[in-house]
């Protein structure tokens, strides 16, 4: 039992960060401080997937000896030996995904202080409250 | 894939997080959530997904950060909490 969570490290870590995004989204009462924690609990999942795709001893999934021997040679390809490409290309999309949710939330955020002249979520509330 | 560096490097990424949660000066915040990404960049370097890291390095480091500061300029840098 001690020896699989020694030997899971990273998804304990992961989910700590996880975790502190979350905490951020749900306690902080600051508009700009939400967001942070919106970023860093997006980018703990992105992490989780890419260390999914890790093998011991794999390097960059580029092809070694690709340019040569212009396609007549055809050798087989070490899958051992590249660390596995899809989960890096899935996220690739989720990373552009994140910053375009966060700039949307931002300009929420600026539309939000323009009207009530705060960023504290309770202040907020309250103005709304009276009208 | 070298453990002691990726504990340091998993390490170092939980203390900015946590300091970019916990720091009341709301600009402060966001040069420390840009710090976090460049951890994690390097940890997906380390990783093998050198593709991941450098649009994290340019996409999430840079433009995010800038869109940060934007708004953190654009209305209040104080946070009460």
Redesign the interface.
Known sequence: MFEFIISH??YW?YI??MM??F??MMV???L??K???M??FQ?AI??FY??T??K?G????ILEHAHEGHGAVAHAVDVMQY?NPL???L??TA??V??AT??VA??V??MI?KRYH???EDEIIMAMKRG | ?ILSF??IL?LF??IC??A??TIRD?LS??VV?GA??FF?CL??TE??????AF??AS??AG??TV??I???S???RR???
Do not use: C, Q
């Not at chain 1, 794999?58 to 999934?61: G, L, R, W």
């Not at chain 2, 990783?47 to 991941?52: F, G």
């Open positions: 490290y990273n870590m700590g960060l502190v995004g905490y951020a902080k009462r600051n700009v401080k967001i942070i924690g970023n860093i980018s992105i992490l890419i260390s795709s890790v011991k794999a390097s960059v999934p660390a989960p890096h290309v996220m690739l990373i552009v994140m910053v966060m700039g931002l300009a955020a600026i202080y705060t960023l504290e | 894939m990726d504990l998993l990424v939980f997080a946590i970019a949660i709301l915040a966001v959530l976090y990404s994690m940890l997906w990783m093998a997904a050198v593709d991941v649009t994290e996409v999430s433009i995010g869109l940060m934007g708004a953190v654009k209305t209040k946070s009460n909490d």
